[in-house]
């Protein structure tokens, strides 16, 4: 085994040691460890190996809810921190589908309704990446119909051009 295999050996248990470390603190009591394992671990989920991830799924749907837990229940500084993280593993293409189906599209439609500029700027992110299949891009429009028919004239602004943004993108993905 020449040096490069056994650099690539060595920190591929590395990833594992730190995947299970994570998915032990995600599994505790203590909220901001938690939020911070979950970060740490969306991050380090867009660089995993193929291994590392196919074992992270089955984890990822637990600390979605977890994340979605923190979102619904948090206060603002913990659901913007929880959004993020959810929104950084979301957006790899193995978790889109089990983001959604944990039920993440209406807590970040939620997030685009509430007040904070950095929440709706998160919401926006995580909506263009999670509409890449087709049948979240359709729960998001439900969600965003729901909210231009609301009376808050700033938020409707800002589903209208969401919605703009979903069409382009799916449709110059199907040219």
């Known amino acids: 085994m020449d040096?490069?295999?056994?650099?690539?050996?060595?920190?591929?248990?590395?990833?594992?040691?730190?995947?299970?470390?994570?998915?032990?603190?995600?599994?505790?009591?203590?909220?901001?460890?938690?939020?911070?394992?979950?970060?740490k671990l969306g991050c380090m989920s867009k660089h995993g190996p193929e291994t590392i991830l196919a074992c992270a799924i089955t984890v990822v749907v637990e600390f979605l809810r977890a994340l979605m837990e923190l979102i619904q229940n948090g206060d603002i500084s913990a659901k913007l921190v929880a959004a993020n993280a959810l929104g950084i593993s979301s957006s790899h293409v193995d978790y889109i589908r089990p983001a959604a189906q944990a039920g993440a599209i209406p807590l970040f439609a939620e997030i685009l309704e509430g007040c904070e500029p950095l929440g709706k700027e998160i919401a926006e992110d995580v909506f263009c990446v999670v509409a890449v299949a087709e049948e979240?891009?359709?729960?998001?429009?439900?969600?965003?119909?729901?909210?231009?028919?609301?009376?808050?004239?700033?938020?409707?602004?800002?589903?209208?051009?969401?919605?703009?943004?979903?069409?382009?993108?799916?449709?110059?993905?199907k040219k």
Request: glycine share 6%; proline share 0%.
């Open 3 to 39: 040096n490069l295999d056994k650099g690539t050996a060595e920190l591929s248990k590395h990833r594992e040691k730190t995947f299970h470390l994570y998915e032990t603190v995600i599994a505790g009591d203590d909220k901001s460890l938690r939020i911070q394992a979950t970060f």
């Open 136 to 173: 979240n891009a359709v729960v998001i429009f439900q969600h965003l119909v729901r909210i231009l028919r609301g009376s808050n004239t700033e938020v409707k602004a800002a589903a209208a051009a969401y919605a703009a943004e979903i069409s382009s993108e799916n449709t110059r993905g």
